[in-house]
T-cell receptor, first 116, second 114 residues
């Protein structure tokens, strides 16, 4: 499985932008880049995903390097509610019993602290 | 409201006493999965199900069983729990098992086996 590397922790101030980096130098051409986050005492929550082009949604933006070996999750204005562990995941295609499925393999993620 | 529910949310039990953690989703999702989360080890997949009556092992299936008799339910069964199964468990579902499908997670079940 292709691996990702993220900083263990990052800090931000409220209402400032946050750029969370992720390195995935062994990414394959068919790997989607997914970001999930886990707020304290909750289950993981989907944030965004992309393949090659930059993506935007109501929660965040995803900037993908041209060679796809790295990506950055951008929170445009951090709030206290954004304090969480952020996981960058490569969604690989694994075949089981003749039916393909995409497996989520979680790493350690980046602990984001947001200061008031 | 679209959601994944798990019951119970907290459970303390003794070694060897069979237990079931229920998981239910109301989104008509085909794909469901169980994960466990342990400090320093992250989330690891236990079992998954592509659809009704189709289940398969994940990365850490030992000591667990699952069944998928209805599309909405995917219970996790511990026939003879042991202390090393003390963990935080999450159920997840997605519309399709495809690699681009967003997964929805339940709130978690914290299990302690003494």
């Amino acid at each position: 499985d292709a691996k990702t590397t993220q900083p263990n922790s990052m800090e931000s101030n409220e209402e400032e932008p946050v750029h969370l980096p992720c390195n995935h130098s062994t990414i394959s051409g068919t790997d989607y880049i997914h970001w999930y986050r886990q707020l304290p005492s909750q289950g993981p929550e989907y944030v965004i995903h992309g393949l090659t082009s930059n993506v935007n949604n109501r929660m965040a933006s995803l900037a993908i390097a041209e060679d796809r070996k790295s990506s950055t999750l951008i929170l445009h204005r951090a709030t206290l509610r954004d304090a969480a562990v952020y996981y960058c995941i490569l969604r690989d295609l694994t075949t089981a019993g003749g039916t393909s499925y995409g497996k989520l393999t979680f790493g350690q993620g980046t602990i984001l602290t947001v200061h008031p | 409201e679209a959601q994944v529910t798990q019951n119970p949310r907290y459970l303390i039990t003794v070694t060897g006493k069979k237990l079931t953690v229920t998981c239910s989703q109301n989104m008509n999702h085909e794909y469901m999965s169980w994960y466990r989360q342990d400090p320093g080890l992250g989330l690891r997949q236990i079992y998954y199900s592509m659809n009704v009556e189709v289940t398969d092992k994940g990365d850490v299936p030992e000591g667990y069983k699952v069944s998928r008799k209805e599309k909405r339910n995917f219970p996790l069964i511990l026939e003879s729990p042991s202390p090393n199964q003390t963990s935080l468990y999450f159920c997840a579902s997605s519309l399709r098992p495809s690699w681009a499908a967003e997964q929805y997670f339940g709130p978690g079940t914290r299990l302690t086996v003494t």
